[in-house]
């Protein structure tokens, strides 16, 4: 069973990256943020896919938590943006 849902989490990984980075090149977000999320996202989803058959018992939880925490990292910085941009406008 884990074999076959690391084939989806890497293109899934891949999907998230390849939108934060359309986000960060069609909005004016904080780039910082959200371009790191979408770069560590394509990096995952290329270590996925490159061991694929030796990373099959850790990949999926390695995703999940570096996802996590740089997705959650990037909407943090982008709701203090519009926080900020709020109150000053």
């Known amino acids: ?3 076959s849902a ?3 989490s ?3 990984c891949r999907a998230e ?3 934060d980075l359309g986000a960060v090149m069609s909005m004016s977000l904080p780039e910082g943020a ?3 999320s979408g770069l560590v996202d394509l990096f995952l989803a290329g270590i996925i896919i490159e061991g694929l058959p ?3 018992a850790w990949a999926i939880g390695l995703l ?3 996802n996590l925490v740089f997705g959650g990292t990037a909407l943090i910085a982008m ?3 519009a926080r900020d941009s709020a109150t000053a406008g």
Do not use: E, Q, R, S
Request: glycine fraction near 12%; charged fraction near 0%.
């Open 1 to 3: 069973m884990a074999m």
């Open 6 to 8: 690391l084939p989806l």
């Open 10 to 12: 890497a293109n899934l």
């Open 17 to 19: 990256g390849n939108c």
């Open 34 to 36: 959200m371009l790191f």
């Open 54 to 56: 030796g990373t099959a």
């Open 64 to 66: 999940i938590g570096v």
């Open 79 to 81: 709701a203090l943006h």
